[in-house]
C-alpha cells in the first residue's frame, strides 16, 4: 500500500462550498492514518489555522494553499448548453500550494492583491499578472472540475489544455506544475483524465492522483448539497444539476485511491513526494510587530522612558512624595524588564493611539491587565493608579511567561472609534493593519430558517419555527431543536421532517460567512498582507484580516482592541457638561473617594451606572457594601457567571458580612487569596493557584491562563486538568480540596474576569456613580443621548432622574436642540431639557433645520411661521411634535389638540385664485374646535411618541384604585415590609432576565412612581403563566416577600396583567 | 402572540366556499324584495342596500319591509341588520353601527344626522390614516366630526374632509349602481327520454353550441374551453371538457373534438340531461406579427392532437423535455405549444468529431451479472450468455436523498462476447438500492 496524501481537500471554511470543518477532516485522516493533507480554501485560508492546530495536535502535517479565482483562464465548467441547468458562470480556481514562507507570503499577497482590488466586499479574482508577480514559492496543480484544465477541455479539447498547462508552466516553472487527477467515478470526468494523461505524458509533467475533497465523508455529501442550495436561493427539489453527481468527494484511504488509480499507480505515489517538498507549515508566519517610528532617531526603549519620565510628573505632580517615589521606583522596575523583553515598540504604538485620542477630544481608557502597569498610568493608557490601589505589575507582564502584553482600549461607540480606526490605517497603511475577521455560524435559528428554505418548507412554517428557537440565556431540558419543532407544528415522525431536523443539527457551528470583528485590529511591521490575506469588510474603508482573533491569538499575531463602550462616550460628555454648566473640571483620574457616592452604591441606587446596575448586581451590592475602590472591583468581578457557577459569589458575601470565617483551601494559598477573603474570584488568582498547589512553571500557567480565557478551550482544559491533579497529589493535597480547586479553575473556563480588567471596569462603574450623584442632570442628559445602552430604557432612566429631585422638561420647538440638553433653573440649578431626538420619527436632518432657523431668526411666532422657516419639516413631523406638546409653547396654540388641528393647516396656503383675497387663517375662529387631551390620552400620546412620559408614572393613576381594591403595595411601601409576609404589588416590567446560571428562574424589574421592586418568578409559575411573564407590560403581582440584608424580592405565586391602556412601554428583556 | 405560550392552538381555516354560499343566498333573500340591490360588502361582513322606492304598495311601509326582510334573513339562518333610511350611506352607517340590533331601525326623513351622531367612526370607511388624524383630534363619533366647522375641516383634509363630514351628517348623495349577473356560458337541456345513441346526443350539443357561440361573439369573444356535464340514468353525471390551443369560435370543430373526446370516453348509461359550460377568451388571431408565419391551421391541428390522444393515451402527447437533474433518462412531456417568442436564430452547430451511437432500450432489459471483485464478469441478454473483456466504471449517480424517492445507480460500459463469439458493447446499471442489475442501453 502506498502512503497516499490527500493534497487537495476543502472546508466549509469555503463558506457553503463544503462542508466538514477543519477538526473532522483531520479527524478523518487521524482515522485513515495519512501522514499529512493539504488544505485549500475558496480563495483564502479561512480554516488554516484551525487545520494547522489540529493537525499539530494529532501529528499530522498540514499543508496550507488555496483555491484561487482566476478570470484570465475562462469559466467554470458547466454542463452543456444543452442540458438544462441553473449554473452561472464563475472563473475557474486554480490549486495553489505554499512549499516555502515565501510560496505562503505570496499567497496571502496573490489574494489580498485580487480582494482589495474590489472596491466593496466580493470574491474577486486574480488576474495573470498578479500570477506571474507571486508565483515564486508556489505548486500549482490543474485543478479537478473547479480547475483550468477541466474547463480548457471542454472548450477547445486537448489542444486547449495544452495551452493551458503550457501557460501555468510559463508563470510557476515546469517543476512547479502538477497534472491533477480526480476520479469520482462520473464518466464524464474519465475522459478529461485521459487527455490529461496524454498532455502530461506529451509535456513530460508528473501526475498527483487527488480526490478534491469536500467533505470528510460520503454521509457529508448531504450538507454540501444544503448548501449548494442555500448557496444558489434554491430549494434541493428544484437545485437539479447544481447539486453533485455523487457522494465520492470524501477523503479516501490510501487502499481505496491505490485500488482507484491501479492503472495509473505513479499518481498516488507522487502525493506523498510532494507532501515531503512541502516544507513550509503556519509555525513559521514571520510576523514581527510593528516598530515605533522615532521621530529623533534614538532608541525606542530611550523615548519610552522619556515619555514615562514626562508621566510621571504629569500624574504625581512636581512635588516628591512617598507615592511618587514608590511609582518612580515601580516605574524603573518595569522599563527594565520592558527593555529586556524588547517590549517599548508596542507599548509606544499604543501611546500613540491614546496621543491621537487626547488630541481629538476622544475620552479613552486601557482595560484589561494594563491597569496592572505604571508604565501604561503615566502613558495615560490607563486611568488606575496601580501603585496607589496596590495592583501587581507582574499580572500584566513576566519574563517568565514570555507572551505579549494585551491591552484593551476602551474608546466612544460608532463614529469616534471609527475615527480611531481610520487613524490606524493611516497610520500603518492599508497593507499594514486590519480588523480580525468574526467567523458568523450556523446557529439554531439560522440552521433552521436556512435548512428549512433549501428543503422547500414555506415561508410562514419557517418564521414560526425560528420564533420558537429558544431565546433565553438558560435553557431547560425542553429547550431542544426537537421540542421547538414539534411547538411548531412539525411532526417527527415524518422522514422530511426528521431529516430537518438532522441536517439542522449537523450544520450548527459550520461557518456561514465572515464579518468583522467589532474592535481587534491586528498591525504588522512589515506588509500584514505578507502574513495573512486581506479583503474588503462590509463597512466602507475597512478592511479584514481572513482569521478570528482567537485564530490569530493561537499564532502568536498580536491584536489591539479598540472597543466601543457606550459608557465611555456618557463620560466623554458628561465631563464636557460638567466643565460647561458646573464650572467644575473632572477627570477619570482623579475622581476622589466619596461616602455620599458609596451610600448610594450600598442601597443598590444604582440605575444607570456602569456595571452596577443590573438586577443582579442591585441585588448583591447592600451584601458586599463596598466601602472602597478596591470593593467595588470585586462588586464587578462577582457577578459573573464564573465566580456563581464555581459557588464563589455566596462563600465570599457571607465572609464580608462576617457571617463565616475567612479560611483558606490550604494555607500556601493564604497570600494569594487574602484579599478576596480566602475565595478565589480572579484569573490572576487562578494562575498564581496552579503555580501554588501544583508547582506549575510559568508557561504551564500560561497554557492554563490561555485555556480558560479561550471559547474553544474545553478540549485543552481536559488535559490540563490532569496535570494540575498531579501536582497537586505531589504536594500532598487532598484529593476534596483537589476537587474544590479543579472546579474553581473549571468555573473561569466559561467567564473568568481579570482583577486589572475589573479594576477598569469599577472606575468606569465609579465614574458613572460619582457623576450620577454629584452631577446628576450632566448624567442624565449624557445617557439620554448616548441610547441605546445599559440595561435600562430612557423611560426608567428619566423617572429615576426625577425621584432623584431633576426636573425634567420636555421637548419644546422653542427650546430644544436635537440631543437632550441642560438649561438653567431661575435659581442656577441645571435641568434637564429633552431633545428633539426623542421625537420618535423625526428626522435628524428636519430637527437640525429647526434648529438653525431658531438661532439664526429667534424664536418662532406661531405654527403657520414655524412651518414657514422649517420647509424640510414634513405633514408626519409637524404632527408628531404637535402630539408630544412640543408646540404648546407657540404662540396662539392652546394645548396639544389645538396645535395638531392648527399643523393640519399649516404649510396649506389657498391656491394663488384666493390667496390674494384672505390672509391665511385669517377666518379661522381664535378657538379651537377640539378638546384638550385627558390624562389618559397624553400619556398615551407621551409614550407613542417619545417612548417616556415627564408626567407622573402611569402607576400613580392606578394607584388609588389598586390600594383599595387589591391593598397593592408601592415599591416604596415594600421596604418597609417584614420577610416572608404576603404582599401585593404592581408595576410596568422594565426588565425581564433569565440567566444561564439561575436554573430557569426568571427576574422581573417592576418600576412604579415610588421606585423598582424585584419579583421572582419560579420556572413552575414560568410553565403556567407564560404569556403574563414574557407579555404583559403592566402586572400584579403576589407573593411572600424575601427581605434579607437589604436585598428585597417578592416570590411570585400569582401573577395578573393588568390592562396596558394601550401604552407601548418596552421593556428591556436579557436572555 | 407567542405559539410556544399556548399549548396546542388550532388554527381555523376560513370558509370561503361557505361564505359564497351564504352570499348567494342572502341576494336571493333581498332579490324578494326589490329588484334594485347594490352589494356594498367588504372582506369580513356581507352588506347590500335595497332600493324600495315605491315597494311600500306590495311590501307595507318600511317598518314592515325591515321586520320582513330580518326575518327572512334569520330563516335562512344568518344574523342581520336592517335599517332602512333616505340617505344610503346613513343606512349603511346605521346597520354597521347596529350589527347586533334585534329590530329594523328606520330613519325618518330629516333625522339622519341625529340617528348618525352617537355611532363610532369605524361605521364609515376610513383610511388607516384619515382614522390615525381624527384619533388624535380626539374624534370619537359621527357626531363630532359632523360638528366641526365645515369650511375649517375642508382646508385640513381637503374635500375627502367634506365627504366624511357629510357622510357622517348623512347627508351625502349616492348613485344607485344595482348588481349585474357576471357574463357565463352555461346551457342546459333536459332529454324527454333517455338518450343513448352518440349521434343524438351530438345533434342536441351541435344546437347547445350554436348558442354559445352566438352569447360569445356578440361580445366579440370565442370559446377556450367546453365543459359538457351528461346527467345519467340510474343518477349519476359524466363530465369531459375539450379545449383547443387558441380561443375560436368554430362550432364544427369544436364538434368534431366533443365528438372524438366522447367517443374514447363514452358515458357507461343512457343520458337524461346535458349541460354545457364554456370559458371564454379573446379572439383568436391567425398571425402573431407582420414578419411571422402564420400559425397552423388551428381546427386541423387539434383534431390531430386529440385523435393521437385518443389513442396514446392523456399526458403522452406533446415535445419532450430534459429535466435539470442528474438522475439518468429524465424527461418529462410537455403539451404543444405556439411559441410566441422568436425562434433562436443561430441553432447549436453540429459537432465535428463523430460520437459513438448509443441505443437506450426503454424499457431497460432486466439480466443477471456475475460479479468478480465487484467488477462485472458474465451476465445474460436476450437468452445469450456473454462474457466480459472489458468494463468501465463502476460509475455512480446519486440523488433525491432527502426525498420520498431516493435513487441510486452504478454503471458500467462493457465489451463483452457470447458463447456465439457475438460482440456486444452495452451499458449494465446497477440500481443499488434494490441491487437488481438492467441491460440499459446498446453501443453501435
Known sequence: ?1071 | MELNTIASVVVLERARSEEDSARASLLECAGRFSPAIEERSSDTAFLCVLDITGTDKYCGPPSILGRALLDAVKAIGVQACVAVADNLHAAICIARGNATSQYPIVVRPGEERAALASLPLTVLDLTEGQLETFSRWGIRSLGMLAALPNEQLISRLGQQGNKLQQLASGTWQHHFVPLEQAFTLHESIELDSPVEASESLLFLVGAILERLILRATNRVLALLSVTITLSIEGGGSHSRTVRTAVACNDRQLWLKLIYLDLEAHPPNRAVLALHMTAEHGPVKKVQLGLFSAQLPDIPKLDITLARIQAIVGEGCVGSPVLLDTHKPDSFAVKPFAVSLGRAPRNPPAARAAPLAAIRQLRPPEATTVTLCNSRPTAFYFRKSRYRVEQAYGPWHASGDWWSDSPWQYGSWDVIARSDANALLCCNLVNHLSRNSWEVAALYD
Open chain 1, 1 to 1071: 500500500m502506498t502512503n497516499y496524501v490527500e493534497l487537495h481537500a476543502s472546508s466549509a471554511f469555503s463558506f457553503l462550498e463544503s462542508a466538514s470543518a477543519p477538526e473532522d477532516l483531520i479527524q478523518r485522516a487521524v482515522d485513515l492514518e495519512m501522514s499529512a493533507m493539504a488544505l485549500l480554501d475558496r480563495n483564502g485560508i479561512y480554516g488554516a489555522a484551525q487545520f494547522h492546530l489540529h493537525a499539530k495536535r494529532n501529528g499530522i502535517r498540514a499543508h496550507i494553499g488555496a483555491e484561487v479565482a482566476v478570470s484570465n483562464f475562462g469559466t467554470r465548467l458547466t454542463p452543456p448548453a444543452w442540458l438544462p441547468h441553473q449554473n452561472i458562470p464563475e472563473p475557474v480556481r486554480l490549486p495553489l500550494l505554499c512549499e516555502t514562507r515565501e510560496g505562503y507570503q505570496n499567497l496571502c499577497q496573490l489574494i489580498s492583491t485580487f480582494k482589495l482590488r474590489e472596491a466593496q466586499k466580493d470574491e474577486g479574482a486574480a488576474k495573470l499578472d498578479d500570477l506571474y508577480s507571486y508565483a515564486q514559492g508556489l505548486v500549482c496543480l490543474t485543478g479537478g472540475d473547479e480547475g483550468p484544465l477541466a474547463a480548457a477541455l471542454m472548450r477547445g479539447g486537448e489542444q486547449a489544455g495544452c495551452k493551458v498547462v503550457d501557460q501555468l508552466i510559463s508563470i510557476f516553472g515546469r517543476e512547479n506544475v502538477y497534472i491533477e487527477l480526480q476520479r469520482h467515478q462520473e464518466r464524464e470526468g474519465e475522459w478529461r483524465n485521459q487527455a490529461a494523461l496524454r498532455i502530461a505524458n506529451s509535456l513530460g509533467l508528473p501526475v498527483l492522483a487527488t480526490n478534491g475533497v469536500r467533505y470528510a465523508t460520503p454521509y457529508d455529501r448531504e450538507v454540501l448539497d444544503v448548501f449548494t442550495a442555500i448557496r444558489s436561493g434554491t430549494p434541493l427539489d428544484k437545485a437539479g444539476r447544481l447539486l453533485t453527481q455523487n457522494s465520492q468527494r470524501y477523503i479516501r484511504s490510501s487502499a481505496e485511491m491505490d485500488h482507484l488509480f491501479r492503472d495509473i499507480p505513479q499518481a498516488v505515489e507522487q502525493t506523498a513526494a510532494l507532501s515531503s517538498r512541502l516544507q513550509f507549515e503556519l509555525t513559521s508566519l514571520g510576523y514581527e510587530f510593528p516598530r515605533y517610528p522615532l521621530p529623533d532617531g534614538g532608541t525606542m526603549d530611550e523615548f519610552l522612558r522619556r515619555r514615562v519620565e514626562e508621566g510621571l510628573k504629569h500624574r504625581y505632580g512636581h512635588k516628591i512624595s512617598s507615592l511618587k517615589v514608590r511609582a518612580k521606583k515601580q516605574a524603573e522596575h518595569e522599563l527594565a524588564l520592558i527593555a529586556k523583553l524588547g517590549f517599548a515598540g508596542y507599548f509606544l504604538i499604543v501611546w500613540d493611539i491614546v496621543q491621537f485620542c487626547r488630541g481629538n477630544g476622544i475620552l479613552i481608557q486601557g482595560r484589561g491587565s494594563a491597569a496592572n502597569s505604571i508604565v501604561c498610568y503615566v502613558l495615560e493608557i490607563s486611568a488606575i493608579d496601580p501603585v496607589g490601589k496596590g495592583l501587581l505589575f507582574e499580572r500584566f507582564l513576566s519574563e517568565r511567561r514570555g507572551e505579549w502584553p494585551d491591552i484593551d482600549l476602551d474608546l466612544p461607540s460608532e463614529e469616534k472609534r471609527e475615527r480611531v480606526i481610520q487613524y490606524v490605517y493611516r497610520r500603518y497603511g492599508e497593507l499594514g493593519a486590519a480588523m480580525t475577521a468574526n467567523v458568523i455560524t450556523y446557529r439554531g435559528k439560522s440552521a433552521a430558517r436556512e435548512v428549512g428554505k433549501a428543503l422547500g418548507f414555506d415561508e410562514d412554517s419557517l418564521a414560526r419555527l425560528s420564533s420558537l428557537v429558544s431565546q433565553w440565556e438558560w435553557r431547560d431540558k425542553s429547550d431542544t431543536m426537537a421540542h421547538s419543532f414539534r411547538n411548531a407544528g412539525f411532526d417527527l415522525n415524518h422522514p422530511r421532517i426528521a431529516k430537518y431536523l438532522e441536517l439542522c443539527m449537523r450544520v450548527q457551528g459550520l461557518p456561514r460567512h465572515l464579518g468583522q470583528h467589532s474592535g481587534g485590529m491586528v498591525i504588522c511591521q512589515g506588509a500584514l498582507n505578507k502574513v495573512l490575506p486581506l479583503e474588503r469588510a462590509s463597512m466602507p474603508g475597512r478592511t479584514v484580516v481572513q482569521w478570528d482573533k482567537e485564530d490569530c491569538a493561537e499564532l502568536g499575531i498580536i491584536k489591539i482592541d479598540l472597543l466601543g463602550l457606550g459608557m465611555m462616550a456618557v463620560l466623554d460628555d458628561c465631563m464636557k457638561l460638567i466643565s460647561e454648566h458646573y464650572g467644575s473640571h473632572v477627570s477619570l483620574a482623579n475622581l476622589p473617594e466619596d461616602d455620599e457616592v458609596y451610600r448610594t452604591l450600598q442601597q443598590a441606587d444604582t440605575v444607570g451606572m456602569f456595571q452596577v446596575e443590573s438586577r443582579a448586581q442591585m441585588a448583591s451590592l447592600p451584601l458586599n457594601y463596598p466601602k472602597k475602590f478596591y470593593d467595588l472591583i470585586v462588586q464587578v468581578a462577582i457577578i459573573r457567571p464564573g465566580p456563581i457557577v464555581g459557588k464563589m459569589m455566596h462563600p465570599y458575601m457571607r465572609r464580608r458580612q462576617g457571617k463565616e470565617e475567612v479560611t483558606y483551601p490550604v494555607p500556601i494559598l493564604e497570600p494569594v487569596l487574602k484579599r478576596t477573603l480566602g475565595v478565589p474570584l480572579f484569573q490572576e488568582q487562578l494562575l498564581r493557584m496552579a503555580m501554588t498547589v501544583a508547582n506549575f512553571s510559568g508557561d504551564e500557567a500560561e497554557e492554563l491562563r490561555r485555556a480558560v480565557g479561550m471559547r474553544r478551550s474545553w478540549e485543552r482544559m481536559k488535559n490540563i486538568e490532569g496535570k494540575l491533579r498531579a501536582g497537586m497529589s505531589a504536594n500532598g493535597i487532598a484529593t476534596d480540596i483537589q476537587d474544590t480547586i479543579v472546579e474553581n479553575v473549571s468555573s473561569f473556563a466559561l467567564y473568568g474576569f481579570p482583577e486589572s480588567h475589573a479594576a477598569s471596569f469599577a472606575l468606569l462603574a465609579y465614574a458613572s456613580a460619582y457623576f450620577k450623584v454629584k452631577y446628576l442632570a450632566a448624567f442624565a442628559c449624557a445617557i439620554l443621548n448616548n441610547q441605546p445602552m445599559g440595561f435600562y430604557a430612557p423611560a426608567v432612566i428619566v423617572k429615576d432622574a426625577q425621584r432623584h429631585g431633576l426636573r425634567v422638561k420636555p421637548i419644546d420647538v422653542q427650546k430644544s436642540d436635537w440631543p437632550c440638553t441642560i438649561e438653567q433653573e431661575a435659581d442656577g440649578s441645571p435641568l434637564l431639557r429633552l431633545g428633539l431626538g426623542y421625537a420618535k420619527g423625526l428626522r435628524q436632518q428636519a430637527a437640525e433645520s429647526l434648529v438653525q432657523s431658531r438661532r439664526e431668526h429667534g424664536p418662532f411666532s406661531s405654527v403657520e411661521d414655524l412651518a414657514a422657516r422649517v420647509p424640510l419639516l414634513n405633514p408626519r413631523e409637524f404632527t408628531l411634535l404637535a402630539n408630544t406638546g412640543a408646540m404648546n409653547s407657540l404662540k396662539g396654540v392652546l394645548h396639544r389638540r389645538d396645535a395638531l388641528w392648527q399643523v393640519e393647516r399649516a404649510g396649506k396656503p389657498e391656491g394663488p385664485l384666493l390667496h390674494s383675497l384672505r390672509e391665511p387663517q385669517a377666518t379661522e375662529a381664535a378657538a379651537s374646535p377640539l378638546s384638550q387631551m385627558s390624562t389618559g390620552e397624553r400619556l398615551a400620546a407621551d409614550y407613542a411618541e417619545t417612548g417616556l412620559t415627564l408626567g407622573p408614572h402611569p402607576m400613580h393613576y392606578r394607584r388609588a384604585e389598586l390600594q383599595r381594591r387589591h391593598k397593592v403595595l408601592s415599591a416604596a411601601e415594600l421596604r418597609h415590609v417584614k420577610n416572608g409576609q404576603y404582599v401585593r404589588a404592581a408595576g410596568c416590567v422594565i426588565a425581564r432576565q433569565r440567566p444561564g446560571t439561575a436554573k430557569g428562574f426568571i427576574f422581573l424589574s417592576m418600576e412604579d412612581e415610588t421606585g423598582i421592586a424585584n419579583v421572582i418568578v419560579t420556572p413552575s409559575l414560568y410553565d403556567q403563566d407564560r404569556l403574563a411573564v414574557t407579555r404583559s407590560r403592566f402586572l400584579l403581582v403576589e407573593g411572600p416577600l424575601q427581605s434579607q440584608d437589604g436585598v428585597i424580592h417578592i416570590r411570585a405565586r400569582r401573577l395578573t396583567p393588568l390592562g396596558d391602556q394601550a401604552l407601548a412601554l418596552r421593556s428591556h428583556d436579557f436572555h
